[in-house]
């Protein structure tokens, strides 16, 4: 035996000697493909699609779900049990699951850092079929599971869950997959490849990332928990309370696509736990993050004052939500900006991260489209979102509803604002807050100032003749995150197009303040927005990958002189 092993042992070598004699070759070989946006479904009425839909509801209707923890692909249960409810019908209990203590926590970084090391190694193309794979997943086998415990948890109509669920979800994985394969396509320069080559590849982060992940999005979700896996990562994935059941339907289809054990590790948990564990492991390599302003400073103070801990400068990435505008000109067309405005309002009840917050509008156009505003948001149905005519649905749960009825109450004590429209606040069965349409005389009062992540629309009215004042109080905001102007006058644009060039990081031109697509508006902020690293980009990529160059050189250089040294 030991004779055999010797003889392999020596084999070995030979064959790496007679491979040696060719350079490395580091560049990943990754066929190339292209890639194109997942087409939304319209679920009119008696169509294939709306019967499949509604046939998922009920199945997840009539039954809670038990969802466990999972730790290196290992189903767990704790002492802590949490129940997600629908927010249109909170006594309806959707969801059971169970809540990570820390020293599960702790168990998931180990599983992780066991994978880590595998699934660095295996090659990019392998990945990029895994999320081919999990991309037809979602938008085939498991699209109707996705949209219903959308639509179900977090209280999204049909066409909402769809836009979500469905079809960002599916973008960001393909997207995702095509911009990793287009970093490989740069090479440094070799002057003389006969003597010396250069060569460039992209490594994962040593360690783990926390991705931490909100309610309002599932694609969100799907998208922190699977990004950055695609650089070699492994992943900690805490996801939203409120989010929990269309979350596990994500994990149990990426599963299904092939993910190893390990690699993303699925733990329900309280956010202050979560936080103190991951930010105390030497192994931090990473957080990514949407969520509040609040949370994300929470975590990067928590980082940085354990900054002595880490192996290497933990990554941060963070989106925290927006104080969103449209500015309007005197030159707008007056339609464009009611139905805009409307959407961007109060589409999923205000609870997109770019949702309008704040809208100003001159003297001579207000009283038309004060008429248009009231006269759609009057026709606006709020109900359940599993009613197709429905428009706006409840808001997630009891914190938020407190939170935005808050505002309103504000609303109606201030002398200087006017509800022109809504302001009721219902939430013995589900938490309903009606579209409501304030109007302020004062822009610098608090409702103008801080994110209320809800459906209020509160509306400044500027003289004509002070159009650069108003500008420079739009731009006058801790967020940055989205931001419109309508108007016909190309110079008006123009001008506020630069003067207004760091209060928005996804800017639009008479078009609403929502609606970002993968792979056609990158979506993130700056200032207190968040890092605007761009997911749905190709700077979302190289946040998640520490690059390195290597030189192989062919030539023997025996000689440790230069030639100017010769005398």
Known sequence: MLWIRRNVFKSQIRNLFYKRLQPISLAAKVKDFDVKNEPILQYLKDSDERKALYKAIDKYKNTCTEIPIIIGGKELQSNEIKYQVMPSDHGKKIAKYHWANAEMIRSAITESQKARTEWERTPLTEKI?????????????????????????????????????????????????????????????????????????????????ASISPFNFTAIGGNLA??????????????????????????????????????????????????????????????????????????????????????????LVGECGGKNFHFVHKSADVQTVVASSIRSAFEYSGQKCSALDRMYVPESLWPKIKEGLLEIRNQIKVGSPLEPDTFVSAVIDDRAFKKIKGFIDHAKSSPSLKILAGGTCDDSKGYFIEPTIIETENAGDMIMKEEIFGPILVIYV???????????????????LTGAIFG?????????????????????????????????????????????????????MLKWTTPQVIKETFVPQPDWRYPYMSV
């Open 226 to 315: 699977t990004g950055p896996t695609l650089m070699g990562n492994v992943i900690l994935w805490k996801p939203s309370d409120t989010a929990v059941l269309s979350n596990f339907v994500i994990y149990n289809l990426l599963i299904e696509a092939g993910f190893p054990p390990g690699v993303i590790n699925f733990l329900p948990s309280d956010g202050p736990v979560f936080g103190d564990v991951i930010t105390s492991s030497p192994h931090l390599a990473g957080i990514n993050f949407t969520g509040s302003l609040r949370t994300f400073k929470i975590l990067w103070k928590m980082t940085s004052e354990k900054i002595d801990l880490y192996k290497n400068f933990p990554r």
């Open 488 to 540: 016909q006058d190309q110079a008006f644009l123009e001008y506020a197009t630069e003067f207004l060039k760091n209060a928005a990081g996804n800017f639009y031109i008479n078009d609403k303040s929502t609606g970002s697509v993968v792979g056609q508006q990158p979506f993130g902020g700056s200032r207190l927005s968040g890092t605007n690293d761009k997911a749905g980009g190709p700077h979302y």
């Open 129 to 209: 079929s895994l999320f081919h794979k999990a991309a037809d997943l979602v938008s085939g086998k498991y699209r109707m599971d996705l949209n219903a415990t959308t639509m179900l948890g977090q209280g999204k109509n049909i066409i909402q869950a769809e836009i979500d669920a469905a079809a960002e979800f599916a973008d960001f994985l393909r997207f995702n997959a095509y911009f990793a394969k287009e970093l490989t396509k740069y090479q440094p320069i070799s002057p003389d490849p006969k003597s010396t080559v250069n060569s460039f590849r992209f490594r994962g982060l040593e360690g783990f990332i």
């Open 462 to 480: 500027y003289k004509d003749s002070s159009l650069q004042e108003t500008l420079e109080l739009v731009n006058d905001n801790q967020y940055a």
